[in-house]
């Protein structure tokens, strides 16, 4: 074997030997996550609230090809699941269905400057449709909630709520 080729054969050795050591998408993807959603719904025509902030671990594991599955746990013990769709740095959420409770102050009178009211909680009925871009071990989802109130029937709809997820 001449110099040549003995050098040629290691760099390609070598050069093949880097490619094996990158991660794949798959198993920089998959994994264990903690979460935070936050946002916005306007309820009704008019009434805007801002969302409690939910929180809790999300496992994302490889199904097929470019699908996922995503499950969350809330930490007030709620579960929810979907499927995703990896496009290069795009994670595309199947729409799903899940329940969504909103607390909120409603103002009836002024007592001595200060406003009064009552707390309400109210359950919804909801649909989540969204994106996500990855970024290293974070993931920045922009979802959108709607649906209907459970019991009275008001529509609920948030544009702007975002989902952060970040590897543990």
Known sequence: MSRFQFITAN??????????????PIHTLTGEYSYKISGQVNIGNTSTYVLNDEIGPLNIIHKTDSIYILTFNTLNGGVYHTEATLSGKELTLDEFQRTLSVTY????????????????????????RGNGILYDQTIIFDLQYSGKQLDKQQSLRGNNITLIAKKN
């Open 105 to 128: 102050t409603e103002n009836s009178d002024t007592f001595i400057g200060n406003a009064t009211g009552s707390l309400y909680t109210d359950n919804f009925s909801i649909t989540v």
């Open 11 to 24: 760099l390609v050795l070598i050069t093949l030997l880097g490619f094996a050591s990158c991660q794949s």
